[in-house]
């Protein structure tokens, strides 16, 4: 069959557009047909535990006392609950932050040794399950009135520094 010279660049820059077209309705027919990619949640991670223990040992660290704290005790929450041996008020502070899912429990250390204070539990132990994660702050305390208030408890007797950190260890449950 004979072709005529002169239309031939208009027919295939037609079909060019004509391909063109196809191309992208099908891509767009296949985007909207495939089926929608899972994401992974990120919501139990063991990192995003790690950060929500943080935060809220820095928020407890950083929340005034309730009413005017006695003479020579800190002004935020943490420290004044942990000079005054109060693990009761601590643990309902810390209830009211993490989800239901989460456990944990709460540790010291003195600079040279970690001592179990309390869980989500109680004052009781609580074996972790699965991975865990460790939030860490460091405080100051007068030595003098954890010794009033703690006495003569071995894990803070032996030690009289000032500086003390409290450590939460928590996992999902």
């Known amino acids: 069959m004979r072709r005529n010279r002169s239309n031939s660049g208009y027919t295939l820059v037609f079909e060019a557009i004509i391909f063109a077209t196809l191309?992208?309705?099908?891509?767009?027919?296949?985007?909207?047909?495939a089926p929608?990619?899972?994401?992974v949640s990120s919501e139990n991670t063991i990192s995003d535990l790690k950060t929500l223990g943080d935060d809220i040992l820095r928020y407890l660290y950083d929340k005034p006392v309730e009413g005017a704290p006695s003479q020579g005790y800190p002004d935020n929450t943490l420290a004044y609950h942990f000079i005054n041996n109060n693990?009761?008020?601590?643990?309902?502070?810390?209830?009211l932050?993490?989800?239901?899912?989460?456990e944990y429990n709460v540790y010291f250390g003195n600079g040279t040794q970690?001592?179990?204070?309390?869980?989500?539990?109680g004052n009781d132990?609580?074996?972790?399950?699965?991975?865990?994660?460790?939030?860490?702050?460091?405080?100051?305390?007068?030595?003098?009135l954890i010794i009033d208030k703690w006495g003569?408890?071995?894990?803070?007797?032996?030690y009289t520094g000032s500086i003390y950190e409290i450590i939460m260890e928590l996992w999902y449950i």
């Open 36 to 39: 929608p990619t899972t994401t």
């Open 114 to 121: 970690t001592f179990f204070w309390f869980s989500s539990h």
């Open 152 to 158: 003569n408890d071995g894990a803070i007797s032996n």
């Open 87 to 95: 693990s009761e008020a601590l643990r309902e502070n810390i209830s």
């Open 97 to 102: 932050l993490l989800p239901a899912t989460v």
């Open 125 to 144: 132990y609580i074996e972790p399950i699965g991975a865990t994660a460790r939030a860490h702050v460091v405080i100051p305390a007068d030595y003098q």
């Open 23 to 33: 191309i992208i309705i099908s891509f767009l027919i296949f985007y909207r047909v």
